[in-house]
């Protein structure tokens, strides 16, 4: 069972005040390197908040989540996971749950919504998923790389718009991919400008991967480690 809370106004001053989700740590799968080590998400306030969400604590069912969404108002733009991920199959965590991230896309058909996956999108089955929730439109789904190397992978799957991330102390300009590919350093980190102004995120027919500075509490470890 997948539990998901949503703040209808986030108090996050980078991503702005428009709706934001938080899935349950169960929705992370393994294929993610950063999970149970130096995801950002562990640490502060947000890691409190997360470690509470589950039946007996904040959040609602999947379900339940996404006839939430379905009463947004037309083209609300929202984020979707601040930490956690889709849903995972019952069955088998490592893959997503087709059925649940089918409603979830039907639900958010009529907003501007944005979110990442980690899950191994190498998986024909976890890639189909995501090709079909970026073709149904509503709710952009990105592609998190955690390499270079694995940024132009995932861009040459045309399956959506992809994310890498970056060291701390990369270049803020004039960052490409091996294979040539530009990379935009998120605007929220270089410049006083929140993801409800910038919606670069939420472009699923962006041409430009879109880079992510190691941050918070374990963004020096991860930063050796990316360099």
């Avoid at 409603?103 to 090709?131: C, F, I, P, Q």
């Amino acid at each position: 069972m997948t539990w998901v809370t949503l703040n209808m106004k986030s108090g996050n001053r980078k991503v702005g005040a428009i709706p934001v989700s938080t899935s349950d740590k169960k929705t992370c799968p393994s294929a993610c390197p950063l999970k149970d080590t130096d995801c950002y998400a562990r640490f502060g306030p947000l890691g409190m908040h997360w470690n509470k969400i589950g039946p007996n604590g904040r959040g609602d069912n999947f379900e339940a989540f996404c006839k939430r969404v379905e009463k947004f108002d037309s083209g609300q733009l929202w984020r979707h996971n601040q930490a956690g991920d889709l849903p995972p199959s019952e069955n088998d965590s490592e893959k997503l749950d087709a059925v649940k991230c089918k409603l979830l896309s039907k639900s958010a058909k009529h907003t501007n919504g944005w979110t990442y996956t980690h899950y191994d999108l190498t998986d024909k089955h976890n890639r189909k998923v995501v090709k079909a929730m970026n073709k149904s439109g509503g709710l952009v789904v990105n592609l998190s790389a955690d390499s270079l190397q694995e940024a132009d992978s995932y861009a040459k799957m045309g399956i959506g718009p992809v994310t890498v991330t970056l060291p701390k102390d990369a270049s803020h300009r004039g960052n490409k991919t091996p294979k040539g590919l530009p990379i935009v350093v998120c605007p929220a980190q270089t410049a006083d400008v929140s993801c409800e102004q910038c919606r670069l995120c939420q472009n699923r027919d962006r041409k430009s991967i879109v880079g992510f500075l190691a941050h918070g509490t374990a963004s020096k470890r991860l930063s050796e480690r990316l360099s």
